[in-house]
């Protein structure tokens, strides 16, 4: 897996889906047969025990991470499928061991404390905890604070004071490559200038990407069909040529069997 998808499916379990902290899962669906597992099997299981209202908060509908949980799941190929034991992933597949975050961290190469070279993709650790680098010192990590589950969080260590859109901010022991992640493509700093990509330029960035994409595309090439659709109350044909979340795709396409 390369580093830049690495990063995004961090990304994406941390902004689309609905999860819960519990020790000892990897992405697990949040129902009775696997909130049962977190809470009767195991050393975890009694402290698990005293987070169920947060895991039945997200029953039926969301997902069940530790935080070493997030970075094998991925590795192990989860999908967010909720039909699947696993939220789509294997167990320990994918040439990538289970383990806890002290080991992950010491399977890691170019282990380092200094944070000046950390590059998106690398793990980032402390006592009793791993999280994932995702560039612009933004950490994404499943844990009990802040939001309780997996979310957005600031690398003091890379940008010294929170940064706008995360829930928190941590000062990390050490950073590491991980031995599964391909980070030949991997650049935190851009080639002309030596600063580090804040958010709000990142968000200035892909606004004008976005503004750019619509330029392109000045007349609807399915001018026809976007106004059948809007006749059949599908959609109200705002953004044609804007992205389109999986909420706003879900909506169409149950719109479309009435």
């Known amino acids: 897996m390369t580093a830049a998808m690495f990063c995004a499916q961090a990304l994406n379990i941390a902004r689309n889906y609905k999860t819960s902290y519990m020790l000892g899962p990897w992405g697990w669906p949040a129902n009775d047969k696997?909130?049962?597992r977190a809470t009767t099997n195991g050393s975890?299981?009694?402290?698990?025990?005293?987070?169920?209202?947060?895991?039945n908060a997200i029953k039926g509908k969301g997902f069940l991470f530790d935080c070493v949980g997030l970075i094998k799941g991925i590795l192990w190929g989860w999908n967010g499928d909720?039909?699947?034991?696993?939220?789509g992933a294997g167990y320990a597949c994918n040439g990538v061991p289970d383990c806890d975050a002290k080991k992950m961290i010491d399977s890691c190469r170019e282990v380092s404390t200094d944070f000046s070279?950390?590059?998106p993709g690398e793990a980032v650790w402390m006592d009793g905890h791993i999280g994932i680098y995702v560039g612009g010192g933004v950490v994404v990590e499943s844990t009990p604070r802040w939001n309780w589950g997996v979310q957005e969080s600031t690398c003091l260590n890379v940008a010294g004071k929170q940064l706008p859109g995360?829930?928190?901010?941590?000062?990390?022991t050490k950073h590491g490559k991980l031995p599964w992640v391909d980070y030949s493509a991997a650049k935190e700093i851009d080639e002309e200038d030596d600063d580090m990509l804040t958010?709000?330029?990142?968000?200035?960035?892909?606004?004008?990407?976005?503004?750019?994409?619509r330029a392109d595309h000045d007349q609807c090439w399915a001018e026809g069909e976007l106004a059948a659709a809007v006749a059949a109350g599908i959609t109200n044909g705002a953004r044609p040529h804007d992205f389109v979340t999986r909420e706003e795709a879900a909506i169409m396409a149950l719109r479309s069997k009435d």
């Open 44 to 55: 975890n299981a009694q402290t698990n025990k005293s987070w169920l209202s947060y895991a």
């Open 34 to 36: 696997m909130i049962t």
């Open 82 to 87: 909720l039909s699947r034991t696993y939220g």
């Open 166 to 172: 995360t829930v928190g901010s941590r000062t990390w």
């Open 117 to 119: 070279g950390i590059v």
């Open 199 to 213: 958010y709000e330029q990142w968000k200035e960035y892909m606004d004008r990407y976005r503004q750019e994409l």
